[in-house]
């Protein structure tokens, strides 16, 4: 019998390695996958590269694994907010590593990952900072950067409701960008409110299919006090 | 007729009023935020959120606060009826698919050639860039809303962009409190302006070539509930 | 007030100009908008270069449309099977030209079109005749391809529901191209089942959002007899 | 040991049988349809079917047929408990991104190399690839399950493929009426044989030098409800 739920977000995350490339689903809160994120920082796993849109709030998930020196870089969108005063403080110091990389290139990187594809050509950001160094060709007429894809050993990611197979759906846009870094790690891992019995989820309304999903656990909603 | 420059609100009412019945459109930070206020009515609008929502309604009550349903900015949103929700890959296929009719963008610059910077101030302690230039690059029309000078009194429309890129020759548009101005292919043309003030002093206040075709006309400040 | 419903497929399909380029979802008999396709036959454009898995079966829809002459390409993954009498016999005769892409290709051309990429690279194909005359390059290892999107001036495609804004849900595997034609073409047209109320679908189980969708009409499903 | 070769249900029984629990598997025309009856049991298996089926059950009755549920040979199919649907693109993302345990399929011809000739015949009238090639290079393992000689007795196992290739370097294990045959970085491997022959035998009809370490086992056909 498949059953991918495990018990609690430390045996989900017990053999994540040092020096592990991680994909960190959600929006700043929405859809972050903080239960698994805490767990991380108790298991201790250090020189990491975290893969996500932000860096965290405050003390706690991201922000906290940030604070205690256990990431060696930050590959992500929007680091640049008063609550991510953890990486700031780090980059500063020259603590750690950051590659900025505009939104839908990340996800799109991701996604190339996760599809088996060796790279897009796109026009985001052509002609700017970010692409620069990068391979550029005009296309139809417009100036496109090839980008390469972006891989995670791991995936932390968030939902809403899972069965045993790993099928999973999202609640509104706790979606973000948890389906795609589904896809694109060696080892997924979702926490879900809920976890139901086989065939309990209508097929047309799973989001993420089984083959995508490692391991689940149930977790409540972290909410930061 | 008073002189005077068009309030934060003003600017998002003309941007409004140049959105058409069933567009999409997405509404970066600060003003183009606001523009959402004047889309109410009889006109349907699509209001995309790069996380992934199509249907953006207005900021969340209290008592409506879901911290899953935000918006660009992370503040707790609603949905309207109709509304969709997409994962992030299939939303940045939108925006940079040309799916998106309309994007409304602030800027820290923009040059008669319609290049637009706005996601790095030189000296900025930390970087960030999000998705400004997926917007940029994808949207069939970018507009940006800003004031036509900076702090210092400077132009923030000139010849070229000093501030680092965000995309190259896409803005259409450009809203400020002193004026619409058109970006084409041989350079900007003045298309309305504020209230009492000449293109002569816009000229001064501007960093590129203006073309004027006289007599201009006065940006219309009715017809709309400014509040 | 949005309202993407037109009164019938002939109205959905009268402003399709000769010498466009047509996606056709389904694979096989699922999920083919077989009314919006016997609309198109009435309707008399021709010069088609016409996009789908498959070429149409017996004597109608795709089939019918390639039999009338009124298709000068195809692009398809897999055309070779007894019931596609039409296409065989307008092939072997020289009146029909195709173009033979892997299924995987297919899709994933549509969806960079729909996806604004100016092309990606893919291991499929590599090193096959299919592939004769396309740049590749080694990347990690992997001999892979360049392939080009593929965009449509018109897509039809089949649907389970729909509201005025076009959102759209499928009905199980009739899924397959259908949502990823609808974001490859200029102008997108969705047959479907049944229209309902705006608000009536849960946002979190649409497939197919409304800006994707340009027109929608309610067909039965289309049986041939 | 009464000299004979394996029926395609005994061969694949023989693929069923390293099938592990939890795997996701996709099972092409011919022979590799017929595994799928050997997966039952205490075993959980994913079935993919390219059309965006995650769990596709037995084919169906006549009283379940659902024209909208097939497989990828347009057959009305099932789906089992916690099945999922996918989009095409995602579907193929499966396939190609290596999320696929093992794919099955019938072949022309494989070579020592482990390159596959499986889409095209020369000189067929209307050339078909479908989601061939894709399975090829996308699959975690690819196994091949075809008859040993063709019709005309003709080794379908060779040095060099002359068909035309669906993929380079890809074929893992090769299962036949006659043997069982791994292939290696250099070449190719006799793990098993039919009963009755002698690797002598299969040599003869083996188009490609063939590493054998007597005693070879022979296949068992037992353990598995061979119907």
Same mark, same amino acid.
């Given at each position: 019998?498949?059953?991918?739920?495990?018990?609690?977000?430390?045996?989900?995350?017990?053999?994540?390695?040092?020096?592990?490339?991680?994909?960190?689903?959600?929006?700043?809160?929405?859809?972050?996958?903080?239960?698994?994120?805490?767990?991380?920082?108790?298991?201790?796993?250090?020189?990491?590269?975290?893969?996500?849109?932000?860096?965290?709030?405050?003390?706690?998930?991201?922000?906290?694994?940030?604070?205690?020196?256990?990431?060696?870089?930050?590959?992500?969108?929007?680091?640049?907010?008063?609550?991510?005063?953890?990486?700031?403080?780090?980059?500063?110091?020259?603590?750690?590593?950051?590659?900025?990389?505009?939104?839908?290139?990340?996800?799109?990187?991701?996604?190339?990952?996760?599809?088996?594809?060796?790279?897009?050509?796109?026009?985001?950001?052509?002609?700017?900072?970010?692409?620069?160094?990068?391979?550029?060709?005009?296309?139809?007429?417009?100036?496109?950067?090839?980008?390469?894809?972006?891989?995670?050993?791991?995936?932390?990611?968030?939902?809403?409701?899972?069965?045993?197979?790993?099928?999973?759906?999202?609640?509104?846009?706790?979606?973000?960008?948890?389906?795609?870094?589904?896809?694109?790690?060696?080892?997924?891992?979702?926490?879900?409110?809920?976890?139901?019995?086989?065939?309990?989820?209508?097929?047309?309304?799973?989001?993420?299919?089984?083959?995508?999903?490692?391991?689940?656990?149930?977790?409540?909603?972290?909410?930061?006090? | 007729?008073?002189?005077?420059?068009?309030?934060?609100?003003?600017?998002?009412?003309?941007?409004?009023?140049?959105?058409?019945?069933?567009?999409?459109?997405?509404?970066?930070?600060?003003?183009?935020?606001?523009?959402?206020?004047?889309?109410?009515?009889?006109?349907?609008?699509?209001?995309?959120?790069?996380?992934?929502?199509?249907?953006?309604?207005?900021?969340?009550?209290?008592?409506?606060?879901?911290?899953?349903?935000?918006?660009?900015?992370?503040?707790?949103?609603?949905?309207?009826?109709?509304?969709?929700?997409?994962?992030?890959?299939?939303?940045?296929?939108?925006?940079?698919?040309?799916?998106?009719?309309?994007?409304?963008?602030?800027?820290?610059?923009?040059?008669?050639?319609?290049?637009?910077?706005?996601?790095?101030?030189?000296?900025?302690?930390?970087?960030?860039?999000?998705?400004?230039?997926?917007?940029?690059?994808?949207?069939?029309?970018?507009?940006?809303?800003?004031?036509? *000078?900076?702090?210092?009194?400077?132009?923030?429309?000139?010849?070229?962009?000093?501030?680092?890129? *965000?995309?190259?020759?896409?803005?259409?548009?450009?809203?400020?409190?002193?004026?619409?101005?058109?970006?084409?292919?041989?350079?900007?043309?003045?298309?309305?302006?504020?209230?009492?003030?000449?293109?002569?002093?816009?000229?001064?206040? *501007?960093?590129?070539?203006?073309?004027?075709?006289?007599?201009?006309?006065?940006?219309?400040?009715?017809?709309?509930?400014?509040?």
């Amino acid at each position: 019998m498949i059953n991918k739920v495990v018990e609690s977000a430390m045996t989900a995350v017990a053999d994540v390695r040092s020096g592990s490339t991680i994909l960190v689903g959600g929006f700043g809160e929405a859809g972050s996958p903080a239960t698994l994120l805490q767990a991380l920082i108790e298991q201790g796993a250090t020189d990491l590269t975290m893969v996500s849109n932000n860096v965290g709030y405050d003390d706690y998930g991201l922000a906290a694994l940030i604070a205690r020196g256990r990431v060696r870089k930050m590959i992500c969108a929007f680091p640049n907010y008063a609550a991510g005063i953890a990486f700031r403080n780090r980059y500063l110091a020259g603590q750690i590593e950051l590659e900025l990389v505009p939104q839908g290139t990340l996800v799109e990187r991701m996604r190339a990952a996760g599809a088996g594809l060796g790279g897009f050509f796109t026009p985001t950001g052509a002609e700017t900072e970010l692409s620069a160094g990068k391979e550029t060709r005009v296309i139809d007429g417009v100036v496109q950067v090839l980008e390469r894809p972006l891989k995670g050993d791991y995936a932390l990611i968030r939902g809403k409701v899972a069965d045993r197979w790993g099928n999973l759906t999202y609640w509104r846009a706790q979606r973000n960008f948890n389906p795609i870094m589904a896809m694109a790690a060696t080892t997924t891992i979702a926490e879900v409110s809920e976890i139901v019995p086989l065939g309990a989820i209508d097929p047309d309304v799973i989001i993420t299919p089984g083959p995508f999903i490692h391991r689940v656990t149930v977790c409540p909603r972290y909410n930061p006090t | 007729m008073e002189k005077r420059r068009l309030t934060k609100e003003e600017i998002a009412l003309c941007i409004a009023r140049e959105i058409s019945e069933g567009a999409c459109v997405n509404l970066g930070i600060g003003i183009p935020t606001l523009v959402a206020r004047y889309l109410a009515g009889e006109r349907e609008v699509m209001v995309h959120s790069e996380n992934g929502i199509i249907g953006m309604g207005p900021p969340a009550a209290p008592d409506e606060v879901d911290l899953d349903i935000v918006d660009a900015g992370k503040r707790p949103v609603t949905l309207v009826k109709g509304a969709a929700i997409i994962d992030h890959a299939t939303s940045f296929a939108l925006v940079r698919g040309g799916h998106l009719d309309l994007a409304v963008l602030g800027a820290l610059q923009v040059s008669e050639h319609g290049d637009i910077a706005n996601w790095r101030i030189p000296g900025d302690a930390v970087p960030g860039v999000g998705g400004a230039m997926d917007l940029c690059a994808g949207a069939k029309r970018l507009v940006v809303a800003m004031t036509h *000078t900076d702090r210092g009194g400077e132009p923030k429309i000139v010849a070229e962009c000093t501030y680092p890129l *965000t995309a190259r020759r896409k803005v259409c548009t450009i809203y400020t409190d002193l004026a619409v101005i058109d970006v084409g292919p041989d350079g900007l043309h003045l298309r309305e302006i504020a209230p009492g003030w000449t293109a002569g002093e816009l000229r001064q206040l *501007t960093g590129a070539p203006l073309h004027v075709e006289e007599p201009v006309p006065v940006i219309a400040l009715h017809g709309g509930a400014v509040s």
